[in-house]
Nanobody, 129 residues
Framework: QVQLVESGGGLVQAGGTLRLSCAAS??????????MAWFRQAPGKERDSVAF????????YYADSVKGRFTISRDNAKNTVFLQMNSLKPEDTAVYYC????????????????????WGQGTQVTVSS
């Protein structure tokens, strides 16, 4: 079993920055054998993919809406995944969730929430205009 705990959310003005963290515990993560992703969900909307990172950290994918502004990274020694969010916009307002998967995930499906086995409780990000 894997437990995920997000932190770092908050209220920020448009153009500002936030850095989210996702701390993992339980089996497997310390060896870097989890595929990790960030999703977000705004009120009344579906849960959308934001970013993905493979086991080693050498491969990342981003949703078009955040490319060039957000950066996903991981520190396997600290069992943590990060999401650096720059140039934030009001439309980035949402609850951000960390997700993990043990089995291999293909580049054609990384953005599907159903692919992930473990989820955190979420952290609220609010961007004011």
């Amino acid at each position: 079993q894997v437990q995920l705990v997000e932190s770092g959310g908050g209220l920020v003005q448009a153009g500002g920055t936030l850095r989210l963290s996702c701390a993992a515990s339980g089996r497997t993560f310390s060896n870097g054998n989890l595929f990790m992703a960030w999703f977000r969900q705004a009120p009344g909307k579906e849960r959308d993919s934001v970013a993905f990172i493979n086991r080693s950290g050498g491969l990342t994918y981003y949703a078009d809406s955040v490319k060039g502004r957000f950066t996903i990274s991981r520190d396997n020694a600290k069992n943590t995944v990060f999401l650096q969010m720059n140039s934030l916009k009001p439309e980035d307002t949402a609850v951000y969730y960390c997700a993990a998967r043990e089995q291999y995930i293909y580049d054609s499906t990384w953005f599907r929430a159903v692919e992930y086995d473990y989820w955190g409780q979420g952290t609220q990000v609010t961007v004011s205009s």
